[in-house]
């Protein structure tokens, strides 16, 4: 079982809206990354936080804006998406960045744009 | 950017077989790790080898890493339905922190 909790599991939305993907974990791990897969391809990573403070953006378009309020939580504020940005979202953790440890990946949230 | 290469890219077998799974990559590593990832969810991590290791075993798992062919395999013993998923190996070095992904290898084990 996931010790990473993602919310919603599906999201539909139309490129007009503002929607927001939730990640929490309580494992005691500092470092929280998003990624995004689309099908049959690999996760692609997007941002990286380490101790609540963002550490990488990987050219990331400004539609998507991360958020970590807090050491467990993981916010994915999203803004006016195009099709092509229906994918599966993923939220992953690890002990700390930087030490090559493994990472423990959410459900993941399926989002749909139309 | 991706940097592992798997292969193959599809495999199917029939339950209780083996099943084998190749993955290369291009610079020098610290670890690599596989990771399992049923249709449509979140991944798995399986098992994570270092570079000065040679061969690592979790259970009907069997990993080994050639670091002079730059390749690693994943064994799967006696396979089971539940063994299909995809699974991908993924790359850390000491100069990016970062994962590098391989494409993956879809694997059918057909009852």
């Known amino acids: 079982d996931t010790e990473v909790t993602q919310t919603p599991k599906h999201l539909v939305m139309g490129m007009t809206n503002k929607k927001s993907l939730k990640c929490e974990q309580h494992m005691g791990h500092r470092a929280m990354y998003w990624y995004k897969q689309k099908a049959k391809k690999p996760p692609e990573l997007m941002f990286v936080?380490?101790?609540?403070?963002?550490?990488i953006n990987e050219s990331v378009p400004s539609r998507f804006s991360p958020e970590c309020p807090n050491s467990s939580l993981l916010n994915l504020h999203l803004h006016a998406l195009q099709p092509e940005d229906s994918a599966l979202y993923l939220c992953?953790?690890?002990?700390?960045?930087?030490?090559?440890?493994?990472?423990?990946f959410g459900e993941g949230s399926r989002l749909t744009v139309l | 950017s991706q940097q592992g290469e798997e292969d193959p890219q599809a495999l199917s077998i029939q339950e209780g077989e083996n099943a084998t799974m190749n993955c290369s990559y291009k610079t020098s590593i610290n670890n690599l790790q596989w990771y399992r990832q049923n249709s449509g969810r979140g991944l798995v991590h399986l098992i994570l080898?270092?570079?000065n290791e040679r061969e690592k075993h979790s259970g009907r798992l069997r990993v080994t890493l050639d670091t002079s062919k730059k390749s690693s395999s994943l064994l799967i013993t006696a396979s089971r339905a539940a063994d299909t998923a995809s699974y991908f190996c993924?790359?850390?070095?000491?100069?990016?922190?970062?994962?590098?992904w391989g494409a993956g290898t879809k694997l059918i084990i057909k009852p």
């Open positions: 080898i270092r570079s």
């Open positions: 936080y380490s101790y609540e403070k963002l550490s």
């Open positions: 992953a953790s690890s002990q700390f960045e930087g030490q090559h440890r493994e990472l423990f």
């Open positions: 993924a790359t850390a070095s000491d100069s990016n922190y970062q994962l590098i």
